[in-house]
């Protein structure tokens, strides 16, 4: 019989806790515990999001690290970089484990880290015993991890279109341009003008045209395993009119040559045995994909390589549901692997389509 | 140890046939092993359908009852209404139960039937054995039922709106008017220009300003609880922008004065037991509810009753995802009740919110 | 020649003032002169408003009474109901005409003004002054008229829908219940979560289940034309995913008997000679009508009257853009009617269909 | 006092035929003289178009080209370019000119033109005689011009967009990735199940990953002003869920060292009496633009050029209403000139903001 892990979520208002409170409620396995928060304390779950019904008997308490300590074996913090960075380091050692989905921890080398988040104050001794990444590519180091540090939901998406090429074509990039789209859930919840419904609504809007730090996140990932890559990946991001889902497009820039039939062999073979990136063909089915649309809800990552006959470029498209893989589920499967549960343990839930 | 249910499905490549089999797929005791239909004949379910992964090993099938009897317990017929009339008089008493989404045995009266599905020919005899109704009503009769209609999208929400009204609170009731909000996905796939996206994306759009069949088929069913309610139904009917979700505006006219907190205790008390509908108050989250964004994906049906200080009326309100508690989830339902499995066996996915 | 009419706008940040702005830019005889505002001061329209271009050479002032006076003859007052209370009082005979889009005076009787609009302290004796009403009813009062007090842009569809029926056809009226549908902008810009894109974008929600002020205005006024009106108009109020756009669907609820025949008639004959009231029959093209889409950008209220068959009902729809026939452009409909310029004048611009 | 052209419009039912009747209608002096179709013929303008009032006194005919010959000066074709290469031949020196939107005679080189449009015969010898592109850089041309061809409405922002770098800035461009975003009117009416509100409604879809003859559009023009630029174009193209409104992201990749200073000078310089460009940056209004919200309904095309200080590029942005400025009011604006009618005649409707 499985053991039951106690979990704690600190950010329960946000949209991303909302989804951990949702998930961890239907993982077999896990058990709620804690809820932490700062502007919603004394709220329960479903009166700070509106389709909940379960409470798990809990209501959002201030954050101290002492009473986390006792409650939980894994704590989920769901909360701004610098907050992270601060419980991180009160919660090391105290905890099972720390699994951290802000950006303070996710670009390991002190330099970079320090340009992109120039606010986040943190010892570099303790990014370093980090465990970053997907879990597709570093599962094997989240077993027993004390630490971890999820990716961004882009960096996610351009993580898992880029790892077959980088580590196992093992084409010569030139250089990586991406083009990255998103629904409004991506930005989080603030009350800006910008972000009312009047506005957002029609937008097909150029928030980060240039310079997004989930491009400088995945450079420094890749870097490890094949140095050069950093300097060579520029990225620009826009907001479309989605609630949900986001679109990673990849220019990549090569003078090798390659085919698309070997391109996909390549996907299927790095893939396989992950069951939640799905390879594609952009005609499989009735809609082009990889379309966010298809993967609504769920925990995969829809990715497809092809060759562009016109130019020396390979275009790789990702797709994900910016929430779920691109945090909250991603989140729990980090978790299964930290505990040695099967991967997809609560998270076999189907994408939800048409929605 | 529960036995396995074998189901299938005909009419596999609609939106309600596609959710069927994502959600069959995901209950622990029913296997799909058979899916129909005229199309899409030699199609896998993940050529119909965008987000589908699984395959259950089976491609659509050209409808013969006799294959259907040797490799289904359960049937779902999730097709055009006369298609159903002819596939619930081949197989009724040949499979351990059909079940039926459409609106051939809705109305089980003779005249309104003739009225309002003029090109449905069916056996009254036939229509006479089906159990009809929301499960919350009528769950009792569906154990071992071999002949199950269920109600239509908008006629569930209506009836569990007005059920606590006219069998608990025994209102008189002059007249219901009923207003009807829906997403385009209630309308099923059909390739009408005034579908098309540029058209249907920005409409509030009146498609059924008089006139609606749900409205007599929820009067059929209240006239056997309580004679009268016939010919005072009136309902119209307009599409949104939405995808998914339904919202019913039911004004109630009554002379009976009935305040808030007696309408709520009614509701609460009535629903007791019954998980799948959430008796709400519109504050009490932080949008206004009932919403069906807040029951997306999920088979919850929310619903409140208010009094109108001004007027003699009481306005009900009740949400659902139209494919879920409205189609396919509601279907699941009924076999649970069916087999006397737990009413929520592989229903209980939370809602996915915001989306 | 026509002669210039100078024109200031106060609120000129809001969604309605960024439309007057550009309305009265692109009207012949209208020249805009000033502009006011409190959070903007010091702003250009260009800043405020993401489409505008032409900045008509100004910039947002604090308001100041002495200096509208001095700079327009005719002040748009596109503030919240109390700041129009206190500017129309000190802009009353100071100025050619004050035309108020607010509530601040849309009731005129002081009793039903007092419990709609509790904070809005006005004097009675200046409201009795205000001309109130669509300019299809009140036109002729408008002439030379010095205040003007524009409906809601409910009330304006409303009116619309029900006059025909009160003032031509003399139906004998039970009672009217108003279902009103409503976009984003309808509502205004205000910083709240619920009106953060994510959560608005799916929402088909019952933000004012009992009780709008607009069916108190829309009573107030018919009652003067039809005594025994009040009392007898009930509304709900929804928002759905547009942004701009609204349809209101009145049930008038009625023993006479009527036929769709004559009530198009009276209908025709009513609005002759009104060229923004558009009467529509369902089915006449391709999406039905009415709908808001079909109006978009455009001064068009479009309405239809339907016998319902199978009750002792009317079916009353009315749709227009809420920001144009129920703001911005009524307002100039009104100053075109003031001045006995040509109704249409700078209102001539067609729909945006499909938008 | 300036003479009225008479217009014909030929494709009087689609998304741009209906735009073209929509701006021809409020145009001072043109006048609409004729209405050609296949499919709708018989039908008034209003049957077709559900926003439109105005129908002319005209009805959609069977396609005459002597009918047109003897009604029109000018004819506009928004039909299909296998359409429009017969019709342009049958019309030539038969009408003052004919304008035509589709791709017939976009790519004048007859090499790339068979490649891209190989089911579009056409004389080459014709195809010289058109003069193609954008008003802004062609309009000189475009002065008593018998045969004029409109860019498509991605090339129009693409070359838009180019332009100063190209021709203005004279920069060593080593390559242009370009990413197009645009709503669903942009792929016209086709009763495709894919483009029905359900699938297109949640939609960031891949629909043309490699190889879209938009860029061979452009490149075969920028060609004859600087060549090389033939084959350093790739694009790839997105549907999003707007129903109007186009962005395209031009990543242009140069070892020029050039700062945003200098590009955004350049810019305004180059479009400096080009009213419907408008030079933007990203920061200066209340949401990022260039947004195509930002131009709904206009016939302008908001640009921008940013330098990437992390990498050797430069990022330009273009956003237009793909009916207005990408095909129906570009025509209008050709058509003034044309005429020598000042270019904005008939086309200052300000955007739409929020629609």
Redesign the interface.
């Known amino acids: 019989m499985t053991a039951t892990v106690r979990v704690g979520v600190v950010g329960a208002s946000g949209?991303a806790g909302?989804e951990l409170i949702?998930l961890v409620?239907?993982h077999p396995h896990l058990k709620l515990t804690y809820l932490g928060g700062s502007s919603s304390v004394g709220k329960r779950p479903?009166?700070?999001?509106?389709?909940?019904?379960?409470n798990h008997g809990l209501v959002v308490e201030a954050v101290d690290v002492d009473v986390i300590a006792e409650r939980c074996d894994v704590v989920l913090l769901s909360t701004p970089a610098p907050v992270s960075a601060e419980l991180a380091a009160g919660l090391a050692d105290r905890v099972q484990c720390v699994v951290d989905l802000s950006g303070a921890f996710r670009i390991r080398s002190s330099e970079p880290h320090r340009r992109w988040y120039p606010k986040v104050e943190r010892s570099d001794e303790l990014a370093d015993r980090f465990v970053y990444g997907v879990p597709e590519l570093v599962g094997d180091e989240m077993v027993d991890a004390s630490l971890i540090s999820l990716p961004g939901c882009y960096a996610t998406a351009i993580t898992l279109g880029l790892a077959p090429l980088v580590f196992s074509l093992g084409l010569n990039i030139d250089?990586v341009?991406i083009?990255g789209?998103s629904g409004?859930?991506g930005g989080g919840?603030?009350?800006?003008?910008?972000?009312?419904?009047?506005?957002?609504?029609?937008?097909?809007?150029?928030?980060s045209?240039?310079?997004h730090r989930h491009a400088a996140e995945v450079g420094d990932f890749l870097e490890r395993g094949k140095p050069g890559m950093v300097?060579s990946i520029?990225m620009?991001a826009?907001g479309?009119?989605?609630?949900?889902?986001?679109?990673v497009?990849l220019?990549v820039?090569t003078e090798d040559e390659v085919d698309d039939r070997t391109l996909s062999r390549a996907y299927l073979r790095f893939y396989k045995g992950h069951q939640f990136v799905?390879v594609r063909r952009?005609g499989?089915?009735?809609?082009?994909?990889?379309?966010?649309?298809?993967?609504?809800?769920?925990n995969?990552c829809d990715v497809?390589a092809?060759?562009?006959?016109?130019?020396k470029?390979i275009?790789v498209?990702g797709?994900l549901d910016n929430l779920v893989k691109g945090a909250a589920g991603q989140a729990l499967q980090a978790i299964n692997m930290r505990y040695r549960f099967p991967e997809e343990t609560g998270l076999?839930?189907?994408?939800?389509?048409?929605?």
Chains 1, 2, 3, 4 share one sequence.
Request: avoid cysteine.
């Open positions: 949209l909302g949702r409620g239907q479903s009166e700070l999001h509106p389709g909940m019904r379960q250089r341009l083009d789209k409004s859930s919840v603030h009350l800006r003008t910008a972000d009312l419904h009047p506005f957002r609504a029609g937008a097909i809007t150029p928030y045209p240039v310079g300097g520029s620009s826009y479309v009119s989605n609630v949900r889902g986001l679109l497009s220019y820039l799905r952009p499989e089915t009735m809609i082009p994909v990889p379309d966010p649309q298809a993967t609504l809800g769920s995969y497809a092809l060759h562009d006959p016109d130019g470029r275009v498209l797709a076999t839930m189907q994408p939800l389509v048409p929605a």
